[in-house]
């Protein structure tokens, strides 16, 4: 079954606390993105990855890291969480970047809602 | 001013009714919008998207662009209760790195 997979789906910690939150897709693609959504704010951008080794800054990149080893897999990496990171995070996946192209849509996961003390 | 402005809702119509989900934009840049559906404790999942002015339509779904007025509308023809959940429009100059969403739209569809 073609699907974005995210880990943990729920995690409470304390400020200042390193976590890592994963992703793994299982359709080749070569895009991958992190979003959160916040109330009255809707998705926004964290980070996104064209492809292995190639990420770059989204919207809302401060306090977040990302790497994109293999192409799988992109994890999202708060070094220091703190309670304004408290959100739903969503990864997404597709094979291209480009809209318009017959492969394009974006695929996402099932959301990890991250809560910060 | 945001760049995408979404109706919170909630929207609640009772089945088989015509409901009509909209956004406005002030990004002249936008060439793709999008409309996604998701369900409660899901992440989103794309319905369609229309590329520049103009209808779309799939099966009892509609959307329609008018980058004239900088709006766009999405159309559920025949609404069931499994319809409900909240929608989100989104749009794009070109590619999926500068895609800016809507807060989304919460529709119930009551039976």
């Known amino acids: 079954e073609a699907q974005v997979t995210q880990n943990p789906r729920y995690l409470i910690t304390v400020t200042g606390k390193k976590l890592t939150v994963t992703c793994s897709q299982n359709?080749?693609?070569?895009?991958m993105s992190w979003y959160r959504q916040d109330p009255g704010l809707g998705l926004r951008q964290i980070y996104y990855s064209m492809n292995v080794e190639v990420t770059d800054k989204g919207d809302v990149p401060e306090g977040y890291k990302v790497s994109r080893k293999e192409k799988r897999n992109f994890p999202l990496i708060l070094e220091s969480p703190s309670p304004n990171q408290t959100s739903l995070y969503f990864c997404?996946?597709?094979?291209?970047?480009?809209?318009?192209?017959?492969?394009?849509?974006?695929?996402f996961g099932p959301g990890t809602r991250l809560t910060v003390l | 001013q945001k760049e995408v402005e979404q109706d919170p809702g909630p929207l609640s119509v009772p089945e088989g009714a015509i409901v009509s989900l909209n956004c406005t934009y002030s990004?002249?840049?936008?060439?793709?919008f999008m409309w996604y559906r998701q369900y409660s404790r899901k992440g989103p999942e794309l319905l369609m998207y229309t590329y520049s002015s103009g209808n779309k339509e799939d099966g009892r779904f509609t959307a329609q662009v008018d980058k004239s007025s900088k709006y766009i509308s999405l159309f559920i023809r025949d609404s069931q209760p499994s319809d409900s959940a909240t929608y989100l429009c989104?749009?794009?100059?070109?590619?999926?790195?500068?895609?800016?969403f809507g807060t989304g739209t919460k529709l119930q569809v009551i039976p």
């Open positions: 990004n002249s840049a936008f060439q793709y």
């Open positions: 359709m080749n693609h070569e895009y």
């Open positions: 989104a749009m794009a100059p070109g590619g999926y790195q500068k895609v800016t």
């Open positions: 997404a996946s597709s094979y291209g970047s480009t809209l318009g192209t017959p492969t394009d849509t974006q695929y």
